[in-house]
């Protein structure tokens, strides 16, 4: 998987990160002061986005992955924002996106991948801070699946098929919502 940080806008050489980009980074090295709580809640519930992505995987049995991931992308002019969060919630690490090609601003994206992070550090944080708005009931789902593959039960084809179904009503919470159902 390509990280985020790569920017696909100038030449690539193969193996090779954008120089223009800065490399992702985590909380060891950040200095600022944590944001409250709810403040981090109320940016989570507009402009956090839970997602889970199925993926092939060679090397796997069933030649399917199970990718969750949580993250948070905004204008490049608001990375101190992102880093009081990331801060303030404890995990997770901070890339640098560039969209030159497509004419935008550069953008930052906050990203939690470690379902080991997710659930020792994201989920108590957002269950002490809940989320306010339609975005509490995809954390729900996104939780459920996290935990469910944290227990292993992807592993079998019942649990698996469940994270699907899941997943699927998950999917169907997003803004891309209408258009799911003609894929």
Not at 40 to 66: C, N, Q, W, Y
Not at 81 to 87: A, G, M, S
Request: glycine share 8%; hydrophobic share 30%; with cysteine.
């Amino acid at each position: 998987m390509t990280e985020v940080s790569r920017g696909r806008s100038t030449v690539q050489r193969k193996g090779q990160r954008n120089p223009a980009l800065v490399a992702p980074y985590g909380k060891d090295r950040i200095r600022r002061e944590p944001l409250e709580g709810a403040y981090v809640a109320g940016f989570i519930d507009g402009e956090g986005s839970f997602s889970i992505s199925i993926g092939k995987h060679k090397t796997l049995s069933r030649g399917l992955e199970v990718r969750p991931e949580f993250e948070i992308e905004v204008r490049a002019d608001d990375r101190e924002v992102i880093e009081r969060i990331l801060v303030t919630i404890g995990c997770g690490r901070i890339y640098d996106c560039s969209y030159e090609r497509y004419g935008w601003y550069p953008h930052v994206k906050y990203k939690v991948t470690s379902t080991r992070e997710m659930e020792e550090i994201l989920f108590p944080f957002l269950d002490l801070n809940p989320l306010q708005a339609k975005k509490a009931k995809s954390y729900s789902l996104f939780k459920e699946i996290v935990l469910s593959y944290r227990r292993k039960e992807h592993l079998t084809d019942v649990g698996f098929n469940k994270i699907l179904k899941t997943r699927d009503q998950l999917r169907a919470l997003g803004k891309k919502a209408r258009t799911y159902g003609n894929r």
